[in-house]
């Protein structure tokens, strides 16, 4: 197989599967989480649910000021290399045309090297973040092989799409073809395993906000 | 389940018991485990990706140092559970382990899945119970938004239906289920101490009153070691004109069954209240100082017995603070020297109950300063959530008071004010164990004490 021609495949039916399998996939644990339902609260409400559910969807992204002089590494760090990887996944302009191309939806980019600062500043956040989990106490005494591949697969993709921006792996459709394949992975991946929390992450802090909220505490 | 109830302590195990002793074993604690599983548990699985934030959030954590101490931790056998029974990938991965000869290709390991045993419940028992008061703080930390307090609630019924919960807890919750009261406290004991509080004060008790409008319930920890309570309730209500009642029905309001996490216990001691309080026609009833018994008989007793109530529930704070605001309580003069306040876990961050404190607290204190953090943040006093019933949680008690202990210290105070007997009872013996000199009274009397004498 040629360069190009693995790229034509990255980019034609994998890309496809890889598309299909992240949106059932996503779709089944979606279903597997609500289908749960909740038992009827009968507890006379002290405050709103909806309301306070909606509100703790943002408000943990702001952390709180004792988390915040608790660890600021895991603070800081986090928030840079999340920041970093929406930025490069949504605001790349190449990232763009693709969406334009796939969902018809466009919005403007930023230009291409802020985008590639980003993407450095992200690889280190990552690197960082990776040390950490490794070395801090609590950290490591949770961590589990599918903590250590969720990082592997969210790196490489941060990884292969830099190299590719650089030329640093040649010929370019190689370099390309392979940044498409580890977003094919990390698509794959992600319904199986705790990348769902990029999207149930919302839906638990949605609970939340609404048990606290239903008795009158912005959570 | 519900013939459990009717032969309370016969179903419990015994003391040292193991899983042949009586109705309890494996099969129930992990059924009981997958009654518990609904929407949001599943969604905060779903979403816990380790960061371990949690782990600072909790008292117990902070003090000790110690990772298995971690907040979402202490949730692994049910996480396994809901991993293996509840997710398409658990259960394709325990398909494949049952029909296919896995080992023989050297897949096993890969797809090998932990399985929730015995011995394991019989481990995390401590976890759950002696290093964990339920007070939700960690739930208010999860950058994902894990709600891990009321996972562990939940978890709790897994342990009893399993035969893993602590001695203390299990008698705990047998005498409240024999006696009416955890501690064992009979009517007569009460009856006393009424004749008391109506000696000093001269003032009536309301007993079985029909039609009053608040019932009054109490702690059996409350008639024990602050009796100046319900002397000063008494008089607080006097001077209201407020129309109440004691019920020789029920008096106690905190609940067993919820901190030991049998849904069953939980329902027959709630009943109790609803019909005290049904029978004598009351409008309210009234939660003691007692953080504990107020989200139990508030929150989830409606849905231990599964119906709303004909009545509302307050805890004593609220219905102060609600007197306060209708001009009905009027006081002179104030403390003069320096106080700070321990808000209680269930109150606060698990109820709401934050304003209301310090709208009391501006009524009689002259120098009220407030811990750093409070309210909905405040730090645990290392007793709630079933620990102080639990003797094996002794020392892990204490060591989780330093976090409490070095929240004070930051602010100097001359008294401690709180509204919770076991927070209260805590704190006492916390701040004797590291002579410090510093008082801690209930709120309910310090506005007794400064009520303006009737005419």
Redesign the interface.
Known sequence: MTAMEFLMLTKGPLFQAALAVFAL?LL??LV?????????????P??NAALGGLR??YK?FE??P??FK??PF?VVV?MIWHVGFIVALLLFIPHVELIKSTFGIAWPALPNPVVDAVTAITLLGLLAALVHRLA?????????TE?YL?WSVTFLVMLTGWLAYHRMINPYPLALGLHILAAEIFLVVLP?T?L??IF??????????A??GR????? | MTEAVLTPGADLPESGADESAGSFSLARGLNALREE????????F????????C???CPF??ET?D??Y?P??KLEPMRILWEQE????GKLKGTLREKLPLEKWGLDKLLAGKQVTDAMLAEWEPLLYDSCTMCGRC?????????IQ?MIRKAREGQVASGHSPEGLIAASVRAVNTGSPMGLKWKTLEVQIKHVEQSTGLPVPIDTQGADYLVLLSSMEIINFPEYLEALTKIFDHAGVSWTLSTQCFEATNAGIQIGSKDIAATLVQRVVDAAEQLGVKNVISPECGHAYTAI??????AI????PF?VFHIIEVLDQLRAEGRIKTEGKEDDRLSMHDPCNLA????V?QQQRNLMDLVAEEFVDLK?HG??QWCCGAGGGVSSNERAEDLKLAAFKKKKAQIEEVEPDRMVTMCATCRTQLEEGLEEHTMDIPVVGLTELIADHLVDKE
């Not at chain 1, 597997?32 to 006379?44: Q, S, T």
């Not at chain 1, 801090?136 to 589990?144: A, M």
């Not at chain 1, 839906?203 to 939340?208: I, Q, T």
């Open positions: 996939g089944a644990r597997e989480i609500f289908a749960l339902g909740r038992a009827h609260n009968y507890a006379a002290r405050g703790t969807m943990r952390p709180d004792g988390t608790a660890a895991d986090g801090h106490p609590v950290k490591r005494f949770l961590s589990t903590d969720i199986f705790k769902t929390h149930t992450a919302f839906v638990a802090r949605y609970y939340n906000g048990i606290y008795k009158g505490v912005q959570s | 599983m609904d929407a949001p548990v599943a969604s905060f779903s979403s816990c990706i380790h960061c371990g934030l782990a600072t959030a954590y902070v140092g990772p298995k971690t979402i931790h509840f997710t398409f990938w739930s208010m930390v999860c950058p994902v938004g894990n709600d009321y508030r929150w989830e007793g409606p849905n599964k119906r709303a109530y509302k961050r698990k109820s709401g934050i953090e909905k943040m």
